[in-house]
């Protein structure tokens, strides 16, 4: 036979779970940013670097 859980338990593994959603969700679009920010930053020092290897065309 199942044990039952009782009301405040199953309130207390609600709120632990909300807690744990917003924490997960507060912290992806920081990760997002900073990966973005990461890729942007290769790409302008390839650019640079390759600006870097031709001359100025006159």
């Given at each position: ?12 593994h609600f709120l ?11 912290l992806y679009p ?12 290769m790409l302008l ?14």
């Open positions: 036979m199942a044990t039952e859980r009782s009301a405040g338990q199953r309130i207390g632990l779970f909300v807690l744990l959603a917003i924490v997960t969700l507060g920081l990760y997002f940013w900073v990966s973005r920010t990461e890729e942007q930053n020092a390839e650019i640079l670097a390759e600006l870097k290897r031709r001359p100025l065309a006159s």
